[in-house]
C-alpha cells in the first residue's frame, strides 16, 4: 500500500502538557469509503529517544476510549497515562531502551482530526459531514505518522481491543514494517454481539435532544445523558460478572434502606453513573459515534473470501497473541482463530490465555502474569533484532 504523503504541522498541541503531545499533519488520505480527506492531523505522543538504527520503536494503538496519553498524565482528568504501569524508565516496556510512540486516533478527539474539528477550509465543524472512517483507514494514517518519524520497521506494534485490531491491520497490509506484533484482547472481526451492544450505544446518545442531529456544537450543546448511557452500557461490558460481584453486590450506596425510587440506590448504580458523568469530560460524541462504526466494520475474513489466514502468508512479523478467561468482550475462542490462521500459515506465534477474574479490562490493569508474558516476549524479540 502506498503511504500517505506527511508533512509537520507548526502548532503546537493545546494540551498545557508542553512537547508531551505533538502533531503530524498528513496530506492526501484515501479512505476505504471510497472518500477522501485533503487534510488530517494526528496527535500523538512520543517517550523515549529513537537508536541511531532506528530500530527501536514500539507504536502502541489505543482503544476505544483512549488516547495519545498513554504514559503521561491526561490534560483533563489528570490521571496517570492509560499504561503508565508499564512503560517509563525502568519498566516493562523500558523507554530507556525503547522510542514509544502512541497516537491519538484518526477520528478521535483529543488533538487528532475527527467529526468534532474544524474542516480545512476554517468554516464549521464537521459534525456527521466527516466522512465513515475503518480501523484501516486509522492505521493508514498511523503509518504517515510513522513515515514521517523516519522510521522503516518498527520494533513492535502492541495494542488491546480497538488497539488490537489496529495491531492485525498492520500485521496484514504493513507486515514488513512490524518486526513484533503483539494483539490482546481483540479479534479479527468485530461479532453480532459487539455490534449489537455499540447500536444500544449509538442510539442513546442520538435519542438526546441535545444531539441535534450531529449539529450539537453549533448550538452549543452536549448530549451528556446520552454519552453517559453509552458509556455506562459499554463500561458493563469491561468487566465480568465475578468483578462487579467482588467489587459491589447488592450493597447500598451510603444509605441502609432502599429509597424505593429510581435514586441510586445500589453501589453499582453510583458507580456506573459516575463512570459516564466523567466521561463526558472528555469524549466526544460524535466521536464515539464514527469510532465504534470502525470497529463494526472491522472484519479481515472479509478482506479474503473469508479466510483468515490468508492475510498473513509469507508474513515474517513474530507474534504474541493474548486473552484473558473471563473476558466475554473478546472471549478467548477469537483469540485462538487468529492463532490457528497463522500457525496455518506457519508464522512465528506464541499464544498465552491468561487467569484473570477481571473481564476485557484485564490488559489494563497489574496482573503479574500477563506482564511476565508481555516482558518475555519483547525481551527474546529484542535479542533477535539486536537491541540492547
Given at each position: 500500500?502506498?503511504?500517505?504523503?506527511?508533512?509537520?504541522?507548526?502548532?503546537?498541541?493545546?494540551?498545557?502538557?508542553?512537547?508531551?503531545?505533538?502533531?503530524?499533519?498528513?496530506?492526501?488520505?484515501?479512505?476505504?469509503?471510497?472518500?477522501?480527506?485533503?487534510?488530517?492531523?494526528?496527535?500523538?505522543?512520543?517517550v523515549g529517544q529513537l537508536n541511531r538504527e532506528k530500530s527501536n520503536g514500539i507504536l502502541i494503538c489505543h482503544a476505544l476510549t483512549g488516547?495519545?496519553?498513554?504514559a503521561s498524565p491526561h490534560p483533563i482528568t489528570q490521571k496517570p497515562g492509560w499504561w503508565d504501569q508499564i512503560i517509563g524508565p525502568g519498566k516493562l516496556i523500558d523507554t530507556n531502551r525503547f522510542f514509544v510512540i502512541c497516537s491519538n486516533v484518526l477520528g478521535g478527539c483529543m488533538g487528532s482530526t475527527g467529526p468534532a474539528s474544524v474542516k480545512p477550509d476554517g468554516g464549521e465543524v464537521y459534525g456527521l459531514s466527516f466522512p465513515m472512517i475503518t480501523i484501516g483507514d486509522m492505521v493508514k494514517a498511523q503509518v504517515g505518522?510513522?513515515?514521517?518519524?523516519?522510521?522503516?520497521?518498527?520494533?513492535?506494534?502492541?495494542?488491546?481491543?480497538?488497539?488490537g485490531m489496529q495491531v492485525l491491520e498492520w500485521a496484514a497490509h504493513y507486515s514488513e514494517?512490524?518486526?513484533?506484533?503483539?494483539?490482546?484482547?481483540?479479534?479479527?472481526?468485530?461479532?453480532?454481539?459487539?455490534?449489537?451492544?455499540?447500536?444500544?450505544?449509538?442510539?442513546?446518545?442520538?435519542?438526546?435532544?441535545?444531539?441535534?442531529?450531529?449539529n450539537y456544537q453549533k448550538f452549543g450543546k452536549v448530549p451528556h445523558r446520552g454519552l453517559a448511557v453509552a458509556r455506562m452500557a459499554a463500561h458493563i461490558t469491561y468487566l465480568s460478572e465475578p468483578t462487579l460481584h467482588q467489587k459491589f453486590g447488592r450493597r447500598l450506596q451510603e444509605r441502609d434502606r432502599p429509597s424505593f425510587g429510581f435514586e441510586a440506590d445500589f453501589q453499582v448504580e453510583s458507580y456506573l453513573r459516575h463512570q459516564g458523568s466523567s466521561f463526558v469530560e472528555r469524549f466526544d460524541a460524535n466521536s464515539y459515534l464514527f469510532v465504534t462504526r470502525a470497529m463494526d466494520y472491522f472484519d479481515l475474513y472479509a478482506e479474503r473470501g473469508g479466510i483468515l489466514s490468508e492475510n498473513f502468508r509469507?508474513?515474517?512479523?513474530?507474534?504474541?497473541?493474548?486473552?484473558?478467561?473471563?473476558?466475554?468482550?473478546?472471549?478467548t475462542s477469537e483469540s485462538r482463530a487468529i492463532v490457528q490462521a497463522l500457525n496455518a500459515v506457519a508464522a512465528n506465534v506464541s499464544f498465552v490465555e491468561i487467569e484473570s477474574p477481571y473481564g476485557h479490562d484485564s490488559f489494563l490493569l497489574d496482573l503479574p502474569e500477563f506482564h511476565q508474558t508481555l516482558s518475555g516476549f519483547i525481551e527474546a524479540s529484542a535479542r533477535i533484532r539486536g537491541i540492547a
Open positions: 500500500m502506498n503511504s500517505p504523503k506527511t508533512k509537520i504541522s507548526s502548532s503546537p498541541a493545546d494540551f498545557g502538557l508542553g512537547n508531551v503531545t505533538q502533531r503530524v499533519e498528513i496530506h492526501n488520505l484515501p479512505l476505504q469509503s471510497g472518500k477522501s480527506l485533503d487534510r488530517i492531523t494526528l496527535a500523538y505522543s512520543t488516547d495519545q496519553f498513554v505518522l510513522i513515515d514521517h518519524l523516519g522510521i522503516d520497521q518498527l520494533f513492535a506494534v502492541i495494542g488491546g481491543s480497538m488497539g514494517r512490524v518486526f513484533a506484533a503483539v494483539p490482546i484482547a481483540t479479534a479479527a472481526r468485530h461479532s453480532a454481539q459487539n455490534i449489537a451492544f455499540h447500536e444500544v450505544g449509538r442510539q442513546a446518545i442520538m435519542a438526546d435532544p441535545d444531539w441535534r442531529e450531529g509469507d508474513i515474517k512479523t513474530r507474534f504474541c497473541v493474548t486473552s484473558f478467561t473471563s473476558d466475554w468482550l473478546f472471549p
